[in-house]
T-cell receptor, first 109, second 113 residues
Framework: GQSLEQPSEVTAVEGAIVQINCTYQTSGFYGLSWYQQHDGGAPTFLSYNALDGLEETGRFSSFLSRSDSYGYLLLQELQMKDSASYFCAVQFGNEKLTFGTGTRLTIIP | DGGITQSPKYLFRKEGQNVTLSCEQN?????MYWYRQDPGQGLRLIYYSQIVNDFQKGDIAEGYSVSREKKESFPLTVTSAQKNPTAFYLCASRRRSEDTEAFFGQGTRLTVV
């Protein structure tokens, strides 16, 4: 089957850098995406990696390595508003979009 | 403004009753999705549709049904066969392409008593 595993919880200090990992056991997908969800809210898109390597979007960067079945989201200059849940997701050619288990990020002062 | 709308935001039903959750989008997206989210959990795919009059089962389709009679609408019915229906339900849509993002509605919190 298709599974994307993430750490359930991560805690980091305001102003610091944090990495959220996503390991997967699936193949044949187009790309890896990352979404942010605040409590009670809707997930919102952060980034997309179609190719191996690093994609940078402001304070957020995302990385994909298909050979290692691994990706990560890197958040820099952490702010209190970054406290949220983060999900990786893979998109398949038949439009199926599968999400990971999710990581709850807590930022402390 | 374009977007995706789910209604109602909160829904209460008695056990054994079917209930239909609404999802409407005016983004002209072909692909639409339904996910279930339990407290502290990830998003699990129930059903998805690539195009009008076509839909596929996701990972947890048992006890649910959908229809896609119009491009804009993708309603989800939670049937009495769903053993644990209390959850947060999220609808999403996206343009059919390799690199497009999914847009989510604000969700419907269903409580079955």
């Amino acid at each position: 089957g298709q599974s994307l595993e993430q750490p359930s919880e991560v805690t980091a200090v305001e102003g610091a850098i944090v990495q959220i990992n996503c390991t997967y056991q699936t193949s044949g997908f187009y790309g890896l995406s990352w979404y942010q969800q605040h409590d009670g809210g809707a997930p919102t898109f952060l980034s997309y990696n179609a190719l191996d390597g690093l994609e940078e979007t402001g304070r957020f960067s995302s990385f994909l390595s298909r050979s290692d079945s691994y990706g990560y989201l890197l958040l820099q200059e952490l702010q209190m508003k970054d406290s949220a849940s983060y999900f990786c997701a893979v998109q398949f050619g038949n439009e199926k979009l599968t999400f990971g288990t999710g990581t709850r990020l807590t930022i402390i002062p | 403004d374009g977007g995706i709308t789910q209604s109602p935001k909160y829904l209460f039903r008695k056990e054994g009753q079917n209930v239909t959750l609404s999802c409407e989008q005016n983004l002209n997206h072909d692909a639409m999705y339904w996910y279930r989210q339990d407290p502290g959990q990830g998003l699990r795919l129930i059903y998805y549709s690539q195009i009008v009059n076509d839909f596929q089962k996701g990972d947890i389709a048992e006890g649910y049904s959908v229809s896609r009679e119009k491009k804009e609408s993708f309603p989800l019915t939670v049937t009495s066969a769903q053993k644990n229906p209390t959850a947060f339900y999220l609808c999403a849509s996206r343009r059919r392409s390799e690199d497009t993002e999914a847009f989510f509605g604000q969700g419907t919190r269903l409580t079955v008593v």
